[in-house]
């Protein structure tokens, strides 16, 4: 097929590749706030499918929930906000070396940073069905700037060169002209492609919900074990009032102590694990195996083709910001493109774009590698190193309320 020059008149034209949730923020976003652009959003799955019964867990920093409400997309009703993050090392006493016994533990809480919450936790489905919905009336109300792929998986793009009218041809059948194409699918680890930067860590994370007895309403725990770091996210109650959490159980893959448990061994384990805070757990789900990497592009910008979220980054769960960090780089990207006029202009915002990133980005990328490479050191010390930064940032006000800030927006 023959492409066509660019007309000088014609609208701009933005394609959206992956209705997740920081692809379809992207589309929403760009549908809100980009009326110069028309929009399509591209995704392998039918419109028939049904999203919402999807039960994957999704934690979200406070930034994250602000920028969805602002889309309209915030099913605030169903989601657990989270009023205090409790992160502790087990043992979880510290003897300083002046004798000093501390804990090395930090609890930052909601209310010390003056906000109602410091995050919320969702269902991938409950999460991602809502925002669908918000596009697809976008869609419906405005179907010549605004139009859905869906079911049409796009196999390839392809930049184009100035004769050609420019911007980058996408392929899904048949081939198409864009003036800039967002790629937002990004998958897990064990099935990406290598990017630039990567790095096999080693270690499978195992997922699941776990039922709580005695654990206290929207308080979201980390404990870093010798095996590596165990996580509970609390989730919506049942309908019983029972309290219920996301568990992200990370260890060792080349000498796994959780695969070869039973049910009841794995609850035994875990209870072993945790803060007496956390409550105690009564049953466990069947639980899930992915394997940990990172897997990082060097620039999220590469002529006219912008990755977003996993397809820019895909981090270890430990810091928790994978998503979240995904959203910021899809409204960062939308803000750059709304002073754009022509298409001589879109180089240039999609420049401030990769410059505007970085800092946050490369900021996360960095402390999540730190922490996630830490579990597979043996050295003497390393442990009660870690403990001691816990105690020191728990007893440093104004540092744990910096650290809180940046987890909550990213770097600013």
Known sequence: MTLQPRLADAPLRLAVIGAGPAGLALALRAAQALPRWHVSLFDARSTEHDVARDPRTIALSLGSVQLLRRLGAWP???AQPIVEVHVSQAPPTLTLPWGDARAAEVRIRAADE????????LPYGT???????AWFAHAQREPQRLATRFGTPVAAIKPLDAAAGGGVEVDAGIAERFDAAV???????????????????????WVGTATMDGAPEGVAFERFTRAGPLALLPLPGGVDGTRRAAMVWCVGSDDDPVRELSDAQRVAVVNSLLPAEAGRLVALSPLKAFALGLNAERTLVDGRTVRIGNAAQTLHPVAGQGLNLGLRDAYTLVQA????????AIDRALARVEWARAPDRWSTIAVTDFLARSFTWTWPGVAAARGAALAALQAARPLKSLFARQMMFGRR
């Open 127 to 133: 999460l991602v069905a809502p925002m669908q919905a």
């Open 114 to 121: 003056a906000v109602p919450m410091l995050g919320a936790v």
């Open 183 to 205: 790629v937002a699918e990004g998958g897990v680890f064990a099935q990406q492609a290598r990017k630039a930067l990567s790095h096999d860590y080693r270690q499978t994370a």
């Open 337 to 344: 493109l709304r002073d754009v006029a022509d298409a001589g």
């Open 76 to 78: 605030a009703a169903a």
